[in-house]
């Protein structure tokens, strides 16, 4: 077996009474206690409180006593070593924190490893190296001397002030790292809320970022249902709001941020992302693509593959390996550290998942391969390829955000980029070939925040990340996170 053994400090941290981190300390929270799952086994391995509006409260007092004092008395080159602390300890407890997320999520071990983990050490120390670079410009204005006085101007990027982080629980460590790294470099505050199903990680990173002299109140960790997560984006002190999500939450993000107080707000919303090869593409390549942008963590990424066009002399004999190579996969426990396919991660998500293989069924669509639940403990289902005649078909347009690559033949290029943007969603496509014309040619005319060539779902951090359409609004990391989570402002001089 090579099913890895718990470490005594995650068995420890389990077996804790958890609730919230609020004001540099753990709060337990008088809240409704809400059951952690593992989803490999179905099993409860702990619970947290559900935030009350009286934590809500205390956590958004906390973030506004730290932005007005400590944290505004914390010069961005120490701002920028605290996240390179925050990193070494992110090593230093790197399989800690991977065995938690596994726990939680039912990641695979070496993908919360080298993902979760080790990535978000990389986005810390590119965050931390940003946090001296928060500029403004002067300005010569052509204001017109009346006697002899003379003009200056220059700008100032200043912090909004409390930000509100919502974390989703695909990659509950990474995209919390976007979230609050984004907010401390720029001088703001911030208040994490995971979600209910992977909440554990992020206090444990809540505890190392304090070790790493992050004041009190800089960073703070509020758990809990949707309810905590409304309660916190309406509350009147906080200043901004960072999202990622679901296009109908979203929606319901924007709407209360903006009817609150005109709340900012970034949107990374869902996506029916496509991946278009074309016939210039060896075959075992164009598996190896599908398999790269569809299936790493059972498809539970916002910008995984979903939308697959080959060219009708293709499809077929791409279709059958592609089967072959899914069913060789080894589907299983995910602290096996030979496991390739874990499980969804959480009941809700099965049964949704469960829910589009019946709809594929009901539809008449050729599924030709998987299609179904696996009969063992906890929430497994078989990596599933659906083939269908038309671009109409539902499962060609509705996001699954699981394990299903749904395959649509095309004849002529023309026809392909068509097929890209015959969707409402935005945020990430891919465009295989070997033609480097074609390449340049048809990347402009793919409407999507990212578009990748010859790959899929890789990220760095700074190249930003973002949608478009109803993929959301503004950007993550890159540069140009510093617009979304600072003012500009503006000052002129007479002399």
């Known amino acids: 077996m090579t099913t890895i053994s718990l470490l005594p400090e995650v068995q420890a941290f389990l077996a804790r009474q958890h609730g919230h981190y609020i004001d540099g300390r753990v709060i337990e929270g008088q809240g409704s206690r809400i059951a952690v799952i593992n989803p490999a086994s179905g099993q409860q391995i702990a619970s947290i ?55 939680q999520s039912g990641k695979t071990i070496q993908l919360s490893r080298g993902f979760e983990v080790d990535q978000a050490i990389v986005f810390l120390r590119f965050y931390a190296g940003a946090a001296t670079r928060i500029n403004g410009e002067t ?62 990680t992020m206090l444990r990173v809540a505890e190392l970022a304090t070790e790493a002299g992050a004041p009190a109140g800089a960073l703070n960790v509020l758990n809990g249902a949707g309810s905590a997560g409304r309660l916190l984006i309406a509350h009147p002190d906080t200043s901004k709001v960072s999202f990622t999500g679901s296009i109908p939450t979203g929606l319901a993000v924007a709407h209360s941020a903006i009817d ?68 060789e996969l080894k589907i299983g426990d995910p602290l096996d550290e030979t496991t390739q396919f874990g499980p969804l991660s959480n009941k809700v998500h099965f049964d949704k998942i469960n829910g589009f293989f019946k709809q594929a069924r009901s539809e008449g669509n050729a599924i030709i391969y998987g299609g179904e639940a696996i009969d063992r403990p906890g929430y497994f289902v078989k990596p599933t390829v659906i083939r269908v005649d038309t671009a109409r078909a ?17 004849d002529d290029e023309e026809e392909l980029l068509n097929l890209f943007n015959d969707t409402p969603y935005g945020l990430s496509a891919s465009l295989w070939t070997n033609d480097l014309g074609k390449t340049l040619n048809y990347v402009p005319r793919i409407e999507a925040g990212i578009v990748w ?40 001089i007479r002399h």
Request: aromatic share 10%; with cysteine; hydrophobic share 45%.
């Open 49 to 103: 409180a559900d935030a009350t509006n009286e934590d809500v409260d205390a956590a958004v007092a906390s973030s506004r006593a730290a932005f007005r004092g400590a944290w505004a008395r914390t010069t961005p080159a120490e701002r920028g070593n605290i996240l390179l602390r925050l990193a070494e300890l992110f090593q230093k407890h790197r399989e800690e924190l991977a065995q938690i997320e596994t726990l």
């Open 394 to 410: 539902s499962l060609l347009n509705e996001e699954t955000f699981g394990p299903i690559g749904t395959f649509l033949a095309y």
């Open 139 to 200: 300005i010569s204005p052509s204001l017109p001397s009346l006697n002899g006085e003379c003009y200056s101007a220059f700008t100032r990027r200043e912090p909004v002030g409390v930000v509100a982080g919502i974390v989703p629980w695909n990659f509950s460590i990474v995209i919390a790292v976007w979230k609050f790294a984004s907010a401390l470099v720029t001088g703001c505050t911030s208040i994490i809320k995971p979600s209910e199903f992977t909440p554990l």
């Open 260 to 327: 609150s107080k005109l709340t900012r707000s970034t949107l990374e919303l869902g996506g029916k992302n496509s991946v278009g090869f074309l016939k210039d593409v060896s075959v075992d390549k164009t598996v190896s693509g599908i398999l790269e942008a569809g299936f790493i963590h059972q498809g539970q990424i916002c910008a995984a593959g979903e939308r697959f066009f080959l060219h009708r002399s293709r499809i077929d004999e791409v279709l059958e390996k592609v089967a072959s190579a899914l069913a």
């Open 453 to 492: 060539v010859n790959m899929h779902t890789f990220l760095d951090p700074a190249v930003p990340f973002g949608g478009i359409k109803s993929s959301g609004i503004g950007r993550e990391f890159g540069s140009a996170f510093i617009n979304d989570y600072t003012e500009l402002k503006s000052i002129i």
